[in-house]
């Protein structure tokens, strides 16, 4: 007879199996994740920069001076 597996989740960062409603299983894995969102946030408003500055030459090369 199979056990009934009580509702668990998972850790975002490791998989290890952690109490249901939790996304962490450790404060390490926590900062683990903190920091990838903040190099992803970087990383979006560097894509934002390089496209402000395609249209800024863009525009320069639209009206000569
Ligand atoms: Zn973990």
Redesign the pocket.
């Given at each position: 007879m199979a056990v009934p597996i009580p509702q668990h989740s998972h850790?975002?960062?490791?998989?290890?199996a952690?109490p249901y409603g939790e996304k962490?299983?450790?404060e390490?894995?926590?900062k683990?994740y903190e920091n990838m969102v903040k190099k992803r946030k970087i990383y979006i408003y560097l894509m934002y920069l390089a496209l402000a500055i395609l249209v800024i030459m863009m525009f320069m090369n639209y009206f000569p001076h």
């Amino acid at each position: 007879m199979a056990v009934p597996i009580p509702q668990h989740s998972h850790c975002i960062i490791c998989g290890k199996a952690i109490p249901y409603g939790e996304k962490f299983c450790s404060e390490k894995c926590k900062k683990e994740y903190e920091n990838m969102v903040k190099k992803r946030k970087i990383y979006i408003y560097l894509m934002y920069l390089a496209l402000a500055i395609l249209v800024i030459m863009m525009f320069m090369n639209y009206f000569p001076h």
